[in-house]
C-alpha cells in the first residue's frame, strides 16, 4: 500500500495531497501530481473551456440559500447552480429558485448523500453534446456570502492536478465538536488507504465526473465524504485538501449538536463497515482466482 500522507506543495492553493492505496500517481517533471482523470480536449483556439456546476444539497435552507446561491454564482467557470431541495419544510425551493438557481426538490427528506446523486444526475442530462462534462463542485447551503471563496477548489482540479479537491475550513465560531467523529473517519480512511485528510467529513469538494462515477453510489447520509475519500483513492484518483475562507453553521455542544454527531458517527462507521467488507471480499476473490489459475 502507497503511504503518501501529505505535505507536497502542489500550487499555491493547494495545501495536502491524497494519493491511491495502489501504485503512486503520475507526476509531472515539477513532482506535482497528474489526476487520474483524462483532460478533456482543448477548444480550437487552445482554450481550457471546461465548464462548473455547483450542486447544492439542501434541507430546510431558506435563511441561507439565497446567499449561497449568489455567491456560488460569483465562481469563475460556474455556469450552473443546482439546488436540490432534500424535502424542506421550509421555502427553500422557492428561495432558491428566486436567487437564480436551478432547483430539484425530493418529495421526502432522503439524506445528503441521496441529493447529491440526484443533483449530479440533473447535472448529467444538462451538459452539452460533444463537449467535456461539467466539473462538479459541492457545496452545502449555509455558506452564505463565503460560497464563492470554494472558488479555489475549482483550479487543482481543472488544471488536472487532483482528481478530486477537498476545502480546509478555518476553525469555525461556536463550533462544539471534540473530533470524535472527525478523527474516526480519519483513522479509517487512513487504514483503508494510507492517507490521513485533516479534514475527512468535509463537504465542500470538487471533482470530475469520471471521479464521481467512479464513487457511486455514494455512501448514505453523513458517511458520503468518507466513504466517497476512501472509494476514490482506492480506484487511483488523486485528492488534494485546499484551504477555503469559508464559514458554515457549526453544529454547538447543545442535544441537537450531539444528535447531529451521533448521526454522523452512525453513517460514518456504516461507509468504513461496507468498504472494510468490500476489502477483504475483494481479496478473498484476487485468491481464489489466483488459485484457480494455478
Ligand atoms: O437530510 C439532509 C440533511 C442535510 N442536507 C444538506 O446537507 C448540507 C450539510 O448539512 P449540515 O450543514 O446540516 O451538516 P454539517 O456540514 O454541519 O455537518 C446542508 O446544505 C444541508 O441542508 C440535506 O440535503 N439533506
Ligand atoms: O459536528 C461537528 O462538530 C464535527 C463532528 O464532531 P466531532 O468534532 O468529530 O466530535 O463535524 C463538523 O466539523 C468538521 C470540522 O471539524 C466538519 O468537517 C464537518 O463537516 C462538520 O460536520
Not at 147 to 159: G, I, S
Not at 185 to 209: E, V
Request: glycine share 12%; hydrophobic share 40%.
Amino acid at each position: 500500500m502507497n503511504a503518501d500522507p501529505g505535505g507536497t506543495r502542489t500550487g499555491d492553493d493547494v495545501a495536502r495531497e491524497g494519493t491511491t492505496a495502489g501504485p503512486a500517481p503520475a507526476r509531472r517533471p515539477g513532482g506535482m501530481p497528474v489526476a487520474k482523470t483524462p483532460r478533456p480536449p482543448t477548444a480550437s483556439d487552445g482554450r481550457n473551456r471546461q465548464r462548473v456546476a455547483v450542486v447544492v444539497p439542501a434541507k430546510d435552507e431558506q435563511e441561507r440559500i439565497a446567499a449561497t446561491v449568489r455567491s456560488a454564482r460569483a465562481i469563475p467557470h460556474v455556469d450552473l447552480v443546482l439546488v436540490v431541495d432534500d424535502g424542506s419544510d421550509d421555502d427553500t425551493q422557492h428561495v432558491a429558485r428566486d436567487a437564480g438557481a436551478v432547483v430539484v426538490r425530493h418529495s421526502h427528506n432522503r439524506g445528503k448523500a441521496a441529493a447529491m446523486e440526484t443533483g449530479a444526475a440533473v447535472v448529467a442530462m444538462r451538459d452539452a453534446d460533444g463537449r467535456a462534462p461539467r466539473l462538479l463542485l459541492f457545496i452545502d447551503g449555509d455558506l452564505g456570502d463565503t460560497a464563492v471563496n470554494t472558488a479555489p477548489l475549482v483550479r487543482p482540479v481543472r488544471e488536472g492536478v487532483a482528481d478530486v479537491a477537498i476545502a480546509l475550513l478555518p476553525k469555525q465560531k461556536g463550533a462544539g465538536g471534540r473530533g470524535i467523529v472527525v478523527g474516526a473517519a480519519r483513522r479509517s480512511i487512513h487504514r483503508l488507504t494510507g492517507w490521513s485528510p485533516t479534514q475527512p467529513l468535509s463537504g465542500m469538494r470538487c471533482l470530475t465526473r469520471e471521479a464521481f462515477d467512479a464513487a457511486t453510489p455514494l455512501a448514505r447520509g453523513w458517511g458520503v465524504e468518507t466513504g466517497m475519500t476512501i472509494d476514490l483513492l482506492r480506484a487511483g484518483y488523486v485528492a488534494v485538501e485546499v484551504p477555503c475562507d469559508l464559514r458554515h453553521r457549526p453544529s454547538s455542544n447543545d442535544l441537537a449538536g450531539q444528535l447531529h454527531r451521533a448521526g454522523q458517527y452512525r453513517d460514518v462507521m456504516a461507509a468504513v463497515g461496507a468498504r472494510q467488507v468490500r476489502r477483504v471480499a475483494d481479496k478473498v476473490g484476487r485468491i481464489g482466482r489466483s488459485g484457480i489459475r494455478r
